[in-house]
């Protein structure tokens, strides 16, 4: 069992930054990839990026390459998501989620465990 809970969300202007975190509980975070989705009103829910269970690897989203770095410490259980140039577009609730197989990390459904989300608001 993993319990999940990200910070770190707000409100910037565009052009700004925001780190979020994640931290997670239990004994198994290590095991996980782990992978951040957002969510705006209205739309889908929609893959950002995600990590490799140590951090060799990751992923990301078109939309945000370049602009989003995501980084884990294993040590501390949690993982986090760099935001620079935020655009208003980006504004969205923001989750991380735990997947056991990297081949599914763009795929909502093969997630196992979710954070409640933090509210990221991009102004113009």
């Known amino acids: 069992q993993v319990q999940l809970v990200e910070s770190g969300g707000g409100l910037v202007q565009a052009g700004g930054s925001l780190r979020l975190s994640c931290a997670a509980s239990?004994?198994?975070?290590?095991?996980?990839?782990m992978g951040w989705f957002r969510q705006a009103p209205g739309k889908e829910r929609e893959f950002v990026a995600a990590?490799?269970?140590?951090?060799?690897?990751?992923y990301y989203a078109d939309s945000v390459k370049g602009r989003f770095t995501i980084f884990r410490d294993n040590a501390k259980n949690t993982v986090y998501l760099e935001m620079n140039s935020l655009k208003p577009e980006d504004t969205a609730a923001y989750y991380c989620?735990?997947?056991?197989?990297?081949?599914?990390?763009?795929?909502?459904?093969?997630?196992?465990?979710w954070g409640q989300g933090t509210q990221v608001t991009v102004s113009s």
């Open positions: 989620a735990a997947v056991w197989n990297w081949d599914y990390i763009t795929i909502v459904d093969r997630y196992t465990y």
């Open positions: 239990g004994r198994t975070f290590s095991s996980y990839a």
């Open positions: 990590i490799s269970r140590i951090g060799v690897r990751s």
